[in-house]
């Protein structure tokens, strides 16, 4: 089921002095839509795929992006995360509810950050009951999800910018390059198996059209703090033809 909620509580990394700073480096309000945590796909009523994602960059990206005082969508999967303070949250589960969230909020937005984990599969044909072991073996067909990034970049209007996220564990840079190419983003963060869960990351950026450049190691807070002006630069450049 789809829950929308808006926070109005203070965000515990940052105090008043910090928010009025961030407000303060802002030239021109943005409409921020953020895609957050993963998402679960039902075997039967108790069991699902998913994966290890726990938001925390996509929810500091959006606390962030709300403190510089922009107009922030944040769609989340499964999590346990507080609404950043000044952030319109919708809750979803499934890769299709967040598609169906998406594509509304996509509609009026400018930017696009989709840092959420989409499960890549899901079962065929969900059990309406929940499964007994047996002493057989039980053979589970799964069925592509939909492309969450792929559907929003191609329904993307003149003006939208698109920023992608990879988490690859082999040939990082060519994997995430070929995604940027493929989906038609504008810009893609790759990321590692060991930023699943953890407070402190390590990212790399690429730009369309542009080269590799690595972002220095730190909590996903000081990441979202270091990215989100390049995003909106990218996004203001998309605006005005720019881009």
């Known amino acids: 089921m789809t ?37 679960r796909e039902y075997i039967d009523p108790v069991r699902f ?22 107009s922030v969508s944040l769609i989340a999967g499964p ?5 950043p303070e000044g952030v319109q949250r919708v809750d979803v589960t499934s890769a299709a509810e967040m598609l169906r969230a998406a594509r509304r ?12 984990a989409v499960a890549d599969y899901a079962p065929v044909a969900p059990a ?8 057989h073996s039980r053979v589970l067909r799964l069925a592509p999800t939909v492309d969450v990034l792929a559907d929003l970049s191609g329904r993307r209007r003149v003006g939208q910018c698109v920023i992608g996220f990879a988490l690859e564990d082999r ?3 060519m994997n995430a390059a070929e995604k940027l190419q493929r989906k038609g983003l504008d810009a893609i963060v790759l990321n590692r198996p060991t930023a699943i869960g953890a407070d ?21 807070p000081a990441l979202a703090e270091r ?7 990218l996004a203001r450049g998309a605006s005005t033809g720019r881009a």
């Open 49 to 70: 795929l998913s994966n290890d994602s726990s938001g925390k960059m996509g929810f500091a990206l959006a606390a962030r992006a709300a403190q510089r005082g922009h």
């Open 79 to 83: 999590v346990a995360l507080a609404t």
């Open 200 to 220: 402190v990351s390590r990212v790399e950026l690429l730009v369309r059209g542009g080269r590799w450049q690595a972002v220095p190691a730190g909590e996903k």
């Open 105 to 116: 909020a996509w509609k009026d937005a400018d930017l696009l950050i989709m840092a959420a």
């Open 3 to 39: 829950r929308f909620t808006r926070s109005a509580r203070a965000s515990s990394r940052s105090g008043p002095s910090e928010q009025r700073a961030g407000r303060s480096a802002d030239r021109s309000r943005l409409r921020i839509l953020i895609t957050a945590g993963p998402t």
């Open 128 to 135: 309406r009951f929940k499964l007994k072991k047996s002493a």
């Open 227 to 233: 990215l989100l002006p390049i995003f909106e630069r």
């Open 171 to 173: 040939a990082g840079r």
